[in-house]
């Protein structure tokens, strides 16, 4: 099946102008894509479709950026008060996993103690999204280890 490039637009709701190709599973993103329910769960096609927590934050408190081995990059922000995470961002120039990695990484890790979301791990990304096809483990990996380095970064600010 040929992979089939479509364009995810980000309103002035993230404050971010952002116009790029996305291919998510290699096939045709349509609401009545047989293939795409077969292959991916609902919480994955609604985060790839509808990402929570987009954008670049000014002024963060932590900031961890990394580029991963599929050539994606991701970058985490991080608003703390003590050591209670008060709101997380993501920004990526990743595919539709990458994106939904991001989106359900910033929801496990937002209110939560600094502790606690500085061990959400790649599994964790991919058990909270219910699972990801193997050749994509990679992108929850990107994710969990970006998050961890933008806490990091806020730690030694600390």
């Known amino acids: 099946m040929l992979g089939f490039d479509f364009y995810i637009y980000y309103l002035t709701k993230y404050r ?20 795409l329910k077969r292959k991916n769960t609902e919480k994955f096609i609604k985060e790839s479709y509808d ?22 990059t991701m970058e985490f922000y991080v608003k703390a008060k003590g050591n209670i995470i008060e709101d997380v ?28 979301a500085i061990e959400i791990s790649d599994q964790d990304v991919i058990k909270e ?8 483990h990679h992108c929850a990996k990107l994710s969990a280890d970006t998050l961890k380095k933008a806490l990091t970064n806020y730690l030694t600010k600390k």
């Open 16 to 35: 971010v102008n952002l116009i790029r190709p996305v291919t998510i599973s290699g096939s045709m993103i349509l609401d009545n894509d047989a293939e």
């Open 51 to 72: 990402p929570q927590n987009v954008g670049r934050m000014s002024d963060p408190d932590g900031f961890g950026e990394i580029t991963g081995s599929c050539g994606d």
């Open 89 to 116: 961002q993501f920004y990526t120039d990743g595919c539709g996993t990458t994106i939904a990695c991001g989106s359900i990484t910033t929801q496990m890790a937002k209110g939560k103690d600094i502790g606690q």
């Open 129 to 136: 999204l219910g699972d990801l096809p193997e050749d994509h």
